[in-house]
Every structure is written in structure tokens, then in C-alpha cells.
């Protein structure tokens, strides 16, 4: 939006200096000999007087050619005056007289009366007209053919100082473009900045930005939208924290249940047995469900605090695999760990074991029989990296953006046959993103996965602890 309104104000400034220098040039080229038009045509109205009075070029009064030699001298030309059978009868140069000249300007003369020119080359104008006098019955021609570098400097010079002008305006247009498109979309970018962060999970905090009028009131009505979204969350957190509280408990009865029935060591009919395992199957899914909604929302409502300690990160990768151990070996997987050097770093490790353990048990999960999971971990100086990359069924790009989601699971047959809940990845990225951390995936159908985690060695300043 920034670049169209520079754009806009630019284009128009910039079009409005170029027609009004265009105005300004053909102004001044249009009236550019207009003065000594002027001073020739009152010269020749007198002239044609001095021919009533003197009968030149017939009489012997000397005056008027005086008068035309001065005129010739004033306008560093040459001065002609020709009979009406185009005979030099007055050259101011004194070559040309008795002879016969037939210029086209002097034919346009007899056609229109008056006739200027100029050649811009040779730097002169030519003057000439037909001059009829009562005394005497046939007309004469005047021919004046003057400089005009002057007139013609002076008419450049203003050119390029009208051109120089524009640009300058321009360059003002240019400035005042840029400033104008900045001033304006300043307050929309700090409003975008604020809903960014927000919209990262900040939902209590509120737009601040009130430039103008316009700007407080596009403010106040995103703040009421926001109030509205934060209040809804809320009901939505304690809801599902609600029912989960209120589920945990009859779970966990039935499943006390069912292991006593299925322990009891009574003889029970086999279809009973298979029922009550199925039954003891589906409750510790549930149960799975539930305690991980509940850490959801322990971490939504921020009461789940994260508890920094100096963990031996190599340490706590081996746990993880050893955890996944089992797995992995039920589904003919092999897990390879390649660590490049010792870390140490301020995290709350059972969370980071619970995180981690999630993407590497996906990396099971979903990979194919006797396929492979490889895990790296290395560190620079601020952060560690952890890699967890697989040679499962890879993720559609398009679902990739959502594998974070609550609930979401890409093949729901798949996920619910290897017993996914679609909260696992949900609430790793919680995990690390409390930890001030980042996790990003990359993936192609059929080739495989990788998941990396990037994670502070110390404990973040702005984080304050909190989950
Ligand atoms: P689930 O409990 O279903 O595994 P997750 O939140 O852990 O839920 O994962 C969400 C979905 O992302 C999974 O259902 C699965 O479809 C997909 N997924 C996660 N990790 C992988 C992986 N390594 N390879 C292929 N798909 C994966």
C-alpha cells in the first residue's frame, strides 16, 4: 500500500511538472520574437508613410535610406526594398541593386501581406512584406533578414532554467512521495506489528496505536474484536478443561475396573475377555486424550509453570530413545543417533523429554517397516538443534501447515491405528515455544520427514518462567 500511494503521488506530480514546463517552453517559444516584430511593423507603417511623403525610391529625399541602413545596423541584418517586378531598388549591402531576387518569402509577402521566419541554424529571422502607398500605383516589398542569437540565447537559457526547475520540483515531488506514503501506512504497519504478536497467543493484550481520528476508531473496533476473541478462548480453555476434569475421574474408575476384572484370575468366557480388553484398549486411549488436553490447557492458562534446570542434553536424548526403544523394535525400526559434542542447557527437561519424544515417536509411527529414524543433535553458541529425520510416508504440503493443530491428523486411519490422539505435536510446539524455541518440518510425500528444533542453551529474559 506504501509503494501504491508513493507511487499515486509521484505519477501526478511528476506528470502535472512535466505539462506545465511543456506550457511554460511553448509559451515562451510562441511570443519569442513578438517585441521586434512589433518594432519592424512600426518601422514599416512609418516606412510607408516616408514612401507617400518622399516618393522613394523614386524622389531624392536621402532621408529614408539613412533610415533603412540604420535599421539594417540596429538589427545586424540586411535590409531590401524591391519594386513590384521583384527589382532591388535599396540594398543595405550594396550588392544586390538592379538585380532580380525571387524568394519564397517575398511570394508569401504577396500572398499574405506579412511574412516571418526564422532559421534556428543559421540564427535569423526574415521579415518581409508588401507595402502599397496611395502616391504611387505600384506597391513595393520590404525584406529584412536579421540575427537573432540573442533572442534565440535568451530563449534557451529560460528552457533549461524551466527544465532545471521541474526537475528540482521533482526531485521535491520524489521526497514528499516517499514521506507522505511512510506517514500514512506507519500506523496501519504498527497496528499489523501489534495484531502479529497478538495473534502469536497474546490475546490479552490490546492495539495501543492512535495516530489520528480514523486510525483510534479502526483501533477501537479491532480491541472490541479482540476483547470478544480473548473472552471466547477463555469459555473454550475452562470448557475443555472443565470436561477433562470431569472425565479423569469416571476413566479412571473404569479402568481400575477392567484391570480388576481382567486380573481377577476368574475364568472368564473369551468373547468376555477379548471385550474387556478391547474395553481396557479404548479407556487408556481416552485417558491419553484427556491427559493431554489437560496439559493443553494447563499451558494455555499459563498456570503450568516451566521449571529451568542445567540439563546434560546428550543425557536427556538418551532417555528419549531409550523410551522409544520398544517401539521401534516392535515395527522393525532403526534409530540412529549422531551427537556432535557435549551440551549443557537451562530447559524444564521433562517437558523437553515429553516434546521430543513425541517427534521421534512419530518418526516411528508413520515411518515403513524396517525403515530408518536418524537423530542429530549440535549447538552454536546460543542455541542446540535438535533433527529428527524419518523414512515414513512424508506429509502433503498442503496439510504440513496444519500438522500442529489440535486434533489434526493427516491419515485419520493410519493415526487412530497407531493409537494418535492428533494432540502430540500440538503440544510439543506449546513446549518448545514456552521455552522461547522454534520447530519447523520439512517434508516429501513418500521420501520422508524431518522435524528440527531449535532451542535457547540459556534460559530466555522475556520469558519470566512462565509456560
Ligand atoms: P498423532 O497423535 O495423531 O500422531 P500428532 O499431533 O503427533 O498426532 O501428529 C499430527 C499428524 O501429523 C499425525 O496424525 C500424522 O498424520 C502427521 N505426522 C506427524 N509426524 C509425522 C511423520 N514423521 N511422518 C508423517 N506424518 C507425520
Known sequence: MSFTLFLGIAFCGMVSCAVLSYILISYNSRHLFDASKTRIADFVSGFS??????????????????????????????????????????????????????????LDAAANKTHFSYDEDNKTATYACLISSKTSKDPVYFYLRYDVTNELNRYHTSRRFITMISLCLCIIIFTVAIALSVAFTRPLRRINNELTVIGNGKFDERVQVRSNRQVADITDSVNRILERTHEMEENRQNFVSDVSHELKTPMTSMKILSDALLMSGEELPDTVR???????????????????????????????????????????LDIILNRVAPLAESKSIEVVCESYRDIYADVDEPKIITAITNIVENAIK??????????????NMTYFFVTVRDTGFGIAESEIGHIFDRFYRVDKD???ETGGTGLGLAITKEIINAHGGMIKVYSKINEGTTFSVRLPLAKPVKSGGKA
Open 414 to 416: 493410519r493415526s487412530r
Open 366 to 379: 508413520y515411518n515403513r517397516p524396517n525403515g530408518s529414524v536418524y537423530v542429530t543433535l549440535n549447538a
Open 49 to 106: 508613410y516616408d514612401i507617400e511623403r518622399t516618393g522613394f525610391p523614386y524622389g531624392t529625399d536621402e532621408s529614408v535610406s539613412e533610415e533603412l541602413y540604420l535599421l539594417a545596423e540596429n538589427y545586424h541584418g540586411r535590409v531590401l526594398v524591391l519594386d513590384n517586378t521583384l527589382r532591388v531598388v535599396f540594398d543595405s549591402f550594396r550588392t544586390k541593386n538592379d538585380k532580380t531576387v525571387v524568394a519564397p518569402e517575398l
Open 274 to 316: 477379548e471385550f474387556l480388553t478391547d474395553i481396557n484398549s479404548e479407556i487408556d486411549r481416552e485417558n491419553n486424550i484427556i491427559s493431554d488436553l489437560l496439559a493443553l490447557a494447563r499451558m494455555d492458562r499459563k498456570t503450568d509453570t516451566i521449571h529451568y534446570e542445567r540439563a546434560h542434553i546428550n543425557d536427556t
